[in-house]
């Protein structure tokens, strides 16, 4: 209904102070009381803070609304009659909230995501900000409206490198992290019930940068990088992933050339060089093929350990002064490793199967993790080839789920370790065991 002149008349009687006082500072009444003698007051129905405008989307079709900005978040007033009548429209409805400078955020009541619920032909709702558009399929926003009573506040910020800790600050590097963030009626919303929210981070690829090769990455509650399947766009100029949970964000970057992105591999080649575990064998390669060494694996724990010093070293083909003696003699020291006898070692000999099961047994019983589950190996065809004295280890990675068998029914327990498999295997048992690195 469209405003129209409206005419209040108002009446005020005057009420004298009782005793005859008029005083305004009196104990028995403050300047706020009857009589109190104070100004009257209009009380401001609007929002305080900074007036602006934004725009809300569906299709071809937009309404420009009000909004009001403080403390680093606009909150623009979105009328529920109007916006059901956009959301007649079917699609996606998006709120652009990009062209407010300043902002870290936005507040949205509850309302609007139940509207959006109501509707039946909206499957998808973006809020757009300046550091990244988040998009919430129906399942999400559906979740959103039942979980507020009054508002659900957005946040996604880059954030001050200063403020992440030294190990979390060598792992990033120079790349931008996005905190996003959603709170309902100023509780933290951290699941989504089995919604997905599209995440789109703006990001100017550098000088050389392959598109191809630029991934994300998130840093979970125990300080390590976890891969996100996402990918960078070249119409929108940034990077786009789905996630069904909020954290802090990483835009990385994997510069081997020979790891597709289409390999089973990627992932975990991904999580190894994002957190400091594997390094490539060139600036662009990383030979996942390649098989991995007794040294190169003793030397992945290690740094996954913090590098610490170790007092001797107790093998003979293990010169001084190598990349990997120091690992070597920690790993005997702590009896992760035994050798082969008579003070060999053998580091550049490839790790097998078998050998990487007893070395991460080791490694977990040194740690106080759970060594106890076993698998039946006779499940597997080629089961006696496992020395009797890796069979316990290989039981227990098999049970595990950290080592998995080759596919054709088969352990070969005697057969070489390649580098993407080592990878993959070091993603499980880090995930299994919840490890917090020490880089």
Known sequence: MPPSDVTVNVEFELVPPENGDNNDNDDNGGSGGPGGGGPIVIPDDETPGEKTSVQVFAGENSIEVNATVSDGLVRPDIDIDTLMDLLAFPGKLQVDLSSVEDIAGAVLTADVFKALSD?????????????????????????????????????????????????????????????????????????????????????????????????????????????????????????TFTVNHLSMFVIGYLPF???????????????????????GTGSTTFSPEDTMTRAMLVTVLWRLEGKPEAKGNPFTDVPAGEWYTEAIAWAAENKIVLGYGNGLFGPDDPVTREQMALI?????IVKGYDSSAAADLRSFADWQETGTGARKAMGWAIAENIIVGTGDGRLEPKGPAKRCQVAAIL???????QVRFSL
Do not use: H
């Open 119 to 239: 509707s039946d032909g909206t499957e998808e709702f973006s809020v757009r900000l300046p550091d990244a558009e988040l998009t919430f399929d129906r399942t999400a926003f559906e979740f959103m409206g039942d979980v507020a009573a009054d508002e659900i506040t957005l946040r996604a910020v880059r954030v001050n490198k200063e403020n992440l800790t030294e190990e979390q600050k060598a792992l990033v590097g120079d790349r931008p992290v996005i905190d996003i963030t959603v709170e309902a009626d100023g509780k933290s919303v951290t699941g989504l019930n089995g919604g997905i929210i599209t995440v789109k981070i703006p990001y100017t690829l550098k000088p050389g940068e392959n598109p191809e090769a630029v991934v994300v990455w998130y840093l979970n509650d125990k300080g390590i990088l976890e891969p996100v399947t996402g990918q960078y766009d070249y119409n929108t100029g940034s990077v």
């Open 257 to 279: 050339e020979d790891v597709d992105r289409e390999s089973w591999y990627f992932d975990s080649v991904s999580f190894v060089y994002a957190n400091g575990l594997f390094f």
């Open 360 to 364: 991460l047994m080791n490694y977990a």
């Open 427 to 433: 993603q499980r048992f880090t995930s299994k065991f």
